[in-house]
């Protein structure tokens, strides 16, 4: 059966001599200021951890940081529209790139949830780690260590992040969630507590470019994706949009909350893409 994966992938232009020059300049000032402002954040976090423990007071405003800097860096154009909810909880997005890391953490303090695998790639691996990302195996095993894993986070105040999708997306359309991992939002130490919040990450391309163009999905490799958006001549935007969050005992299933949330996350999306 063919599926929205088994569409061509859009075809990146050469980059030119500027295009590498931005390629230079944009990855020279990005890299460093992501890998210096790590090595700044693991020398607070020395101190931080002791101290407070789960609880993390200063670090994730670091990362805010680096990432709400990308966006100048990269010259994409940055909008948020809702507010972060306070309350305890986690929070659900729609996946379209590797650039999500920098889009979702400059609109909010915020931790992943990623698959283990990322924990193992060259420099983001130690990048996610490093920030608190909480990591998932699909093995069955681990499934209650990753249960008290996350209800411990929850209830140190950590909002995590998840994307219900299992996968990253063309960018112009939201895939179904699976409910599976809304599994843990059930937990009864946090039920009576617990919030869900989500939020729909849309791209904007440059002007006449694909519409997918800040998609990473499929077998895309990350190198050429990465070159591309660093020798663009004009970069395209990026909104985040908040949508008001919902108690999870207001829902009486995970498939039920799964269902809600997608509803919400696609009915943001542009409907000229066909969503």
Same mark, same amino acid.
């Given at each position: 059966?063919?599926?929205?994966?088994?569409?061509?992938?859009?075809?990146?232009?050469?980059?030119?001599?500027?295009?590498?020059?931005?390629?230079?300049?944009?990855?020279?000032?990005?890299?460093?200021?992501?890998?210096?402002?790590?090595?700044?954040?693991?020398?607070?976090?020395?101190?931080?951890?002791?101290?407070?423990?789960?609880?993390?007071?200063?670090?994730?405003?670091?990362?805010?940081?680096?990432?709400?800097?990308?966006?100048?860096?990269?010259?994409?154009?940055?909008?948020?529209?809702?507010?972060?909810?306070?309350?305890?909880?986690?929070?659900?997005?729609?996946?379209?790139?590797?650039?999500?890391?920098?889009?979702?953490?400059?609109?909010?303090?915020?931790?992943?949830?990623?698959?283990?695998?990322?924990?193992?790639?060259?420099?983001?691996?130690?990048?996610?780690?490093?920030?608190?990302?909480?990591?998932?195996?699909?093995?069955?095993?681990?499934?209650?260590?990753?249960?008290?894993?996350?209800?411990?986070?929850?209830?140190? *105040?950590?909002? $995590? +992040?998840?994307?219900?999708?299992?996968?990253?997306?063309? #960018?112009?359309? =939201? /895939?179904?969630?699976? !409910?599976?991992?809304?599994?843990?939002?059930?937990?009864?130490?946090?039920?009576?507590?617990?919030?869900?919040?989500?939020?729909?990450?849309?791209?904007?391309?440059?002007?006449?470019?694909?519409?997918?163009?800040?998609?990473?999905?499929?077998?895309?490799?990350? *190198?050429?994706? $990465? +070159?591309?958006?660093?020798?663009?001549?004009?970069?395209? #935007?990026?909104? =985040? /949009?908040?949508?008001? !969050?919902?108690?999870?005992?207001?829902?009486?299933?995970?498939?039920?909350?799964?269902?809600?949330?997608?509803?919400?996350?696609?009915?943001?999306?542009?409907?000229?893409?066909?969503?």
């Amino acid at each position: 059966m063919t599926t929205w994966r088994d569409v061509p992938e859009p075809v990146a232009e050469p980059i030119g001599p500027m295009g590498w020059v931005r390629v230079v300049l944009r990855g020279g000032v990005l890299g460093g200021l992501t890998y210096g402002c790590l090595v700044l954040l693991l020398i607070v976090r020395l101190v931080e951890r002791p101290l407070f423990g789960l609880q993390r007071p200063v670090t994730p405003w670091i990362t805010w940081f680096v990432c709400r800097s990308a966006q100048v860096i990269l010259g994409m154009r940055y909008r948020v529209r809702g507010r972060p909810m306070r309350q305890r909880g986690a929070i659900v997005a729609n996946h379209v790139s590797w650039l999500d890391i920098f889009t979702l953490n400059a609109a909010d303090r915020i931790y992943f949830v990623s698959k283990a695998e990322v924990a193992r790639w060259p420099g983001i691996g130690w990048l996610a780690r490093a920030t608190g990302t909480v990591f998932i195996t699909r093995n069955g095993a681990d499934a209650l260590a990753q249960k008290t894993l996350f209800t411990a986070r929850l209830r140190a *105040g950590h909002r $995590l +992040l998840f994307f219900p999708e299992g996968t990253s997306t063309d #960018g112009i359309r =939201v /895939v179904p969630f699976k !409910p599976t991992l809304f599994a843990a939002f059930y937990d009864p130490a946090l039920l009576d507590t617990m919030h869900i919040q989500p939020v729909t990450v849309i791209y904007t391309p440059p002007h006449g470019a694909d519409a997918r163009y800040y998609g990473w999905w499929g077998e895309m490799p990350f *190198g050429p994706n $990465l +070159l591309k958006i660093l020798a663009a001549r004009r970069q395209g #935007g990026v909104e =985040v /949009v908040f949508h008001p !969050p919902v108690a999870v005992r207001d829902f009486p299933s995970r498939k039920a909350l799964a269902a809600h949330c997608e509803a919400v996350v696609r009915g943001a999306m542009p409907t000229v893409t066909g969503n």
